[in-house]
Nanobody, 115 residues
Framework: QVQLVESGGGLVQPGGSLRLSCVVS????????MGWYRQHPGKQRERVAQ???????NYADSVKGRFTISRDNAKNTVYLQMNNLKAEDTALYYC?????????WGRGTQVTVSS
């Protein structure tokens, strides 16, 4: 059974930082492209960052220079370091393994940026 479990969300003030983690089980983690996505209320889920099995990385324009994705294959974990958070980063953040055609999703962790 494939499981992706996100953690690290919470309430933070604008300009603050959070580090999200996603622990994966049930798949050969090192062979999978991993991504972080977020969903604002009433909007479609959007990709925030992606790291391939070869460690090629892509970011959404809205987070470039502020967010950093990384992976630790020994721990089956992908991370999202989020710095200089803004109110518009408030969303439910999801971890995904795989491709658009065959994705595995976590249940999400809420990030709220507010003073």
């Amino acid at each position: 059974q494939v499981q992706l479990v996100e953690s690290g969300g919470g309430l933070v003030q604008p300009g603050g930082s959070l580090r999200l983690s996603c622990v994966v089980s049930g798949i050969n983690f090192s062979a999978y492209t991993m991504g972080w996505y977020r969903q604002h209320p009433g909007k479609q889920r959007e990709r925030v960052a992606q790291i391939t099995f070869g460690r090629t990385i892509n970011y959404a324009d809205s987070v470039k220079g502020r967010f950093t994705i990384s992976r630790d294959n020994a721990k089956n974990t992908v991370y999202l370091q989020m710095n200089n958070l803004k109110a518009e980063d408030t969303a439910l953040y999801y971890c995904r393994a795989g491709s658009d055609f065959y994705p595995y999703w976590g249940r999400g962790t809420q990030v709220t940026v507010s003073s």
